[in-house]
């Protein structure tokens, strides 16, 4: 089956305690994201890649580092998490700039 | 910063109705469009996708661009309960940018 996995689903963490959002897609897509989703702002971009150790910046960036060593695997970094990184995280994967984009199921975070 | 900006309702319309959506976006080298639905605490799934001006249909869902006004819309026909979602635009192209979405409520 195709599809974005992201793992943990759900995660509580205290300020300060690095942690990694995994993200894997098994379509051989080139293009992956990293959103956050918070009430009335949407979703908003935190990191894109459009291919294997090709990334760049999206909209809210800081506090979050991503890599692209693999094609499948594009996991997210909070180094430092702080209470205001609690949201709902999503990954996607695409094939081109112009095609439909997958979600993962998400993952709610929680940084006391 | 590119926006696409979306009202956030919630657009409230009777079952069986035409529920009428909009979007408008500040990139205009933005080149593809995107609309998605989401559930409560479901990740977006893909409703309909445009690229070029006019109107594009599949079943019951009607997506419209105009680039030249920088506006995107969604028309869902024969509106059912179940089409009760909150509806995110899209818009870019290597980066996409997501308005904050309209809430939509189809009463029985």
């Known amino acids: 089956e195709a599809q974005v996995t992201q793992n943990p689903r759900y995660l509580i963490t205290v300020t300060g305690k690095k942690l990694t959002v995994t993200c894997s897609q098994n379509?051989?897509?080139?293009?992956m994201s990293w959103y956050r989703q918070d009430p009335g702002l949407g979703l908003r971009q935190i990191y894109y890649?459009?291919?294997?150790?090709?990334?760049d910046k999206g909209d809210v960036p800081e506090g979050y580092k991503v890599s692209r060593k693999e094609k499948r695997n594009f996991p997210l970094i909070l180094e430092s998490p702080s209470p205001n990184q609690t949201s709902l995280y999503f990954c996607?994967?695409?094939?081109?700039?112009?095609?439909?984009?997958?979600f993962g199921p998400g993952t709610r975070l929680t940084v006391l | 910063q590119k926006e696409v900006e979306q009202n956030s309702g919630p657009l409230s319309v009777p079952e069986g109705a035409i529920a009428s959506l909009n979007c408008t976006y500040s990139d205009r080298g933005s080149q593809s469009f995107f609309w998605y639905r989401q559930y409560s605490g479901k990740s977006p799934e893909l409703i309909m996708s445009?690229?070029?001006?006019g109107d594009k249909e599949d079943g019951r869902f009607t997506a419209q661009l105009n680039k030249a006004s920088q506006y995107v819309s969604l028309l869902i026909r024969d509106s059912q309960p179940s089409d009760s979602a909150t509806y995110l635009c899209?818009?870019?192209?290597?980066?996409?940018?997501f308005g904050a979405g309209t809430i939509l409520r189809v009463k029985s």
């Open positions: 890649s459009m291919n294997v150790e090709v990334t």
């Open positions: 899209a818009g870019g192209g290597n980066k996409l940018v």
């Open positions: 996607a994967s695409r094939t081109g700039w112009a095609d439909t984009q997958y």
């Open positions: 445009i690229y070029s001006n």
């Open positions: 379509m051989n897509h080139e293009y």
